[in-house]
């Protein structure tokens, strides 16, 4: 079974311009996150979707940065325009959404490395 | 996150010591993830605890959760070098919010 897909898995572009990332999650998971993650820290949660529901989305900053699950199954993040500390690995997960679990076990993708200069 | 506290930050141990890590909450623990990550790579999942005094082992490694289920630890026997990467704990603090709050990581090295 196929994991949990990103693209691209690196990105340089110079500040101010736009950039997007792409997640296909696994097949049949209803929950999609996306997570940003500083070097020498954990994920952090940017984005949480149940099927094409943002059902949180708190930790967005939404001045800049967008998502979309049109189908409730590949997403995307973008950001527009990108900032020097936008800087980062960004990180799509994905998990059932139907154990009874509080919080589902999550699959994680490879990531994108973002390098703005 | 201050709220979920990982030690050490970073360990270096021989092929074949054992190694323990620790993920300490300042609050009660309603479920707790340890995940592995090699560098450039997402995360992969090891075990996740949710009840008081659990223990769960795969291979060599083993993750408690104490009674209190405010730390759990994550304990590895003879280690190896494919050990070598960084171990997050993440975190069901138990809020509204359901989402996972992860600690900063700590990174292992293992010299042959």
């Known amino acids: 079974e196929a994991g949990v897909v990103q693209s691209p898995r690196y990105k340089i572009i110079e500040k101010k311009q736009p950039v997007a990332f792409w997640c296909n999650p696994i097949?049949?998971?209803?929950?999609l996150y996306w997570y940003l993650q500083n070097l020498g820290q954990g994920p952090e949660l940017l984005i949480r979707?149940?099927?094409?529901?943002?059902?949180?989305d708190s930790q967005l900053p939404k001045d800049r940065f967008s998502a979309e699950r049109l189908k409730g199954v590949d997403s995307t993040l973008k950001i527009q325009p990108a900032e020097l500390g936008d800087s980062a690995v960004y990180l799509c997960?994905?998990?059932?959404?139907?154990?009874?679990?509080?919080?589902?076990?999550?699959?994680f993708g490879p990531g994108t490395r973002l390098t703005v200069l | 996150s201050q709220e979920l506290e990982q030690s050490p930050q970073s360990l270096i141990v021989q092929e074949g010591k054992n190694l323990t890590i620790n993920c300490t909450s300042s609050?009660?623990?309603?479920?707790l993830y340890w995940y592995k990550q090699k560098y450039g790579e997402g995360l992969i999942f090891l075990m996740m605890?949710?009840?008081?005094?659990e223990e769960k082992s795969h291979e060599k490694i083993t993750a408690k959760l104490d009674e209190k289920k405010q730390q759990s630890s994550l304990h590895i026997t003879a280690s190896q070098p494919s050990h070598a990467g960084i171990y997050l704990c993440?975190?069901?603090?138990?809020?509204?919010?359901?989402?996972?709050?992860f600690g900063s990581g700590t990174r292992l090295l293992v010299r042959p």
């Open positions: 997960a994905s998990s059932q959404g139907t154990s009874f679990l509080r919080v589902d076990e999550q699959f």
């Open positions: 097949s049949g998971h209803n929950t």
């Open positions: 979707y149940e099927n094409e529901e943002a059902v949180d």
């Open positions: 609050k009660t623990l309603y479920g």
């Open positions: 605890l949710q009840k008081g005094g």
């Open positions: 993440g975190a069901d603090m138990g809020d509204s919010s359901y989402k996972l709050i």
